[in-house]
């Protein structure tokens, strides 16, 4: 049966409890995907492979087949049970089992000793277990992987454990990777257990059943990585009725309801939409090297106080079945993002319903667009088209200002993008025929003018009141990654805005950059803010300001939603210097930004 997207909303109401959520969304789901699959299908019986890597100079764990073998088989139950609570049926991973009916597992002897690696020695691990996988017949470019280390320290005598193993994972609809630590107390017969106690390296002293809550739950949790999940947490209605989302920190509470300590974990709706179509799970290969394709049209952000609708058409091919909203708070990367979700209606028009957000904080809501065959938009990086700022005042007001002058731009910047002077001239029309803001007519006057720049004098040879850095000569100018370049991020759409605010101008800044201006000492000030722009993810970067060499200003680690500001006196200053670092993590993501900084007499 085919809804309108007017018995959709009727359906999907905006205070609907998880299980009216569930039982509402989860058909209209199905039916798109059932409809897809059952057309030509392509069946193929696609498994989890499991690999026991240990060093050179160490002996595989005790009864380690035995023990993962139980393990996987219970993270296997956990996601049948999850996905049958969903509405999707028992769906769930694949085992691949050895003729003597035990799991199958790959054993692979590292080539250095113990002390050759450490948590970022994944990469190299891999690499070695690569020839064992290829003779088995397994691609593993095609299949989702995981790689038990034999990386843990146990003391017996002492009831001391710690680890130095690589414990991560990603993957997608069409392969994926996840590593885990093995060690000799890992044990599902354990898992129920509050004595006896162990003290673990990071956790401190534990019973040995929150010890494999810990490292149980991490396995599950790390393989959702692997089959292409995201981080997060559980809303407040989801956490009263379930308990602790899995991708979130249910890796910690998993089978503390065995204990009588918890709920324990669960998977949330915008997991199990993601996972229905995993060819692990659904058992279809149809379509499975069709890239993800979406896109998002008519998109509209209207506030409701203290939430948001957003709504949109989708179309992709093959079929979007369920759009995925991510509400991401600053600070905590997206471990603390909750989640909301919608199914396209047969015209692809769907509304997200956005809520459950932290109070006083700037965030990023990311959209995410989930196909038949499993592939999902992603929303990593600074271009995606998908994620939109917001903020939270403290009393749970959303400003939404930002993000509302992106859409209403967003004509305007494809027209820049595409260097089309034509479409950009009607496309200022439009926006100024519209009675925008000021600060958004004046964001697109600016980027327009980016279509063919001029560059000021010099604040030295400057003979105005006010001397704006983005458009002034510099006298020397790098940058970490890409070009200098001003009133634009280079390759994107993005606007400048940090914290849901929108800047007209700005100076592109990747660390570890510095850009130099000549004043010769005719300014008296120099003001401006500083920040990485929003829906830049994982990034962190100091700020510096030098003025003749000497730093005026330095800030702390900044990171994605914080703006910092700076007010400077620089009379009889000769050269002032805007300087980027990378905060000692690495200059991965670091965009860092100047918001109209200017110079004043």
């Known amino acids: 049966m085919k809804l309108t997207f007017a018995a959709l909303l009727l359906a999907f109401p905006l205070h609907a409890s998880p299980q ?160 885990q630590v093995d060690s000799p107390i890992l044990d599902l017969d354990s898992l129920a257990k509050k004595e006896p106690r162990v003290k673990d390296g990071q956790y401190g002293g534990i019973s040995i059943g929150r010890y494999n809550s810990i490292f149980i739950g991490g396995i599950a949790h790390e393989l959702g990585h692997a089959l292409g999940l995201p981080h997060n947490k559980e809303r407040p209605d989801e956490e009263t009725a379930f308990g602790t989302a899995l991708m979130g920190s249910g890796n910690r509470s998993y089978g503390e309801d065995l204990r009588g300590e918890g709920k324990g974990s669960f998977l949330t709706l915008a997991h199990g939409l993601k996972l229905a179509s995993h060819p692990v799970f659904s058992g279809s290969v149809k379509g499975i090297d069709q890239p993800a394709n979406a896109v998002l049209k008519d998109v509209s952000i209207v506030s409701h106080g203290k939430a948001f609708t957003f709504s949109g058409t989708v179309t992709a091919d093959p079929p979007p079945y369920a759009v995925l909203g991510y509400m991401d708070p600053e600070g905590g990367g997206d471990y603390d993002a909750t989640t909301c979700t919608a199914i396209p209606d047969a015209s692809g028009k769907f509304t997200l319903e956005a809520g459950a957000f932290a109070s006083g904080k700037p965030g990023v809501f990311r959209v995410v667009v989930v196909q038949a065959n499993g592939a999902a938009s992603s929303f990593a990086g600074a271009s995606t088209p998908f994620t939109y700022p917001y903020l939270v005042a403290k009393d749970g007001t959303v400003d939404l200002s930002s993000s509302q002058a992106r859409l209403q731009l967003s004509p305007l910047i494809e027209a820049v993008s595409k260097r089309d002077a034509s479409a950009t001239a009607s496309a200022l029309a439009a926006v100024e025929s519209s009675n925008p803001a000021p600060s958004v007519m004046e964001a697109a006057r600016v980027r327009a003018a980016t279509l063919v720049p001029k560059a000021a004098p010099s604040p030295a040879d400057e003979t105005g009141e006010v001397s704006r850095l983005s458009e002034a000569k510099p006298s020397s100018a790098r940058v970490g990654y890409g070009r200098p370049a001003y009133n634009i991020l280079p390759g994107s759409e993005l606007l400048f805005s940090c914290a849901s605010r929108l800047f007209a101008r700005g100076i592109y800044a990747h660390a570890p950059a510095s850009h130099a201006w000549q004043l010769d000492g005719k300014w008296k000030a120099l003001r401006g803010r500083a920040g990485l722009p929003d829906g830049n993810d994982g990034g962190s970067c100091v700020f510096v300001v030098k003025a003749d060499g000497k730093e005026i200003w330095r800030t702390q680690k900044t990171e994605s939603g914080t703006l910092r500001s700076f007010e400077l006196p620089v009379e009889g200053v000769k050269e002032i210097a805007l300087i980027v670092e990378d905060a000692g993590d690495g200059n991965g993501a670091d965009w860092g930004c100047w918001f109209d900084p200017e110079l004043s007499r």
């Not at 595989?60 to 049948?80: Q, T």
């Not at 799991?103 to 450490?118: C, I, S, T, W």
């Open 20 to 179: 009216e959520e569930i039982s509402a969304k989860v058909p209209a789901a199905k039916a798109i995907l059932d409809a897809w699959q059952a057309k030509d299908p392509v069946r193929a019986e696609k498994k989890i492979h499991i690999v026991y890597w240990t060093p050179s100079d160490r002996e595989p764990a005790p009864r380690y087949r035995e023990r993962l073998g139980v393990i996987l088989e219970d993270i296997r139950d956990f996601y049948a049970k999850e996905m049958k609570r969903l509405g999707f049926g028992p769906l769930t991973i694949r085992l691949d089992y050895a003729g003597d009916g035990e799991m199958k597992v790959h054993l692979v002897q590292g080539r250095q000793p113990y002390a050759n690696y450490d948590v970022q020695s994944g990469s190299q691990i891999r690499t070695e277990c690569l020839t064992t996988l290829r003779s088995a017949g397994i691609d593993p470019e095609k299949e989702t992987i995981v790689i038990f280390c034999n990386m843990s320290n146990w003391d017996a005598g002492k009831a001391t454990i710690s680890q130095n193993s690589p414990y991560y994972a990603g993957g997608s609809n069409r392969q994926g990777t996840a590593w």
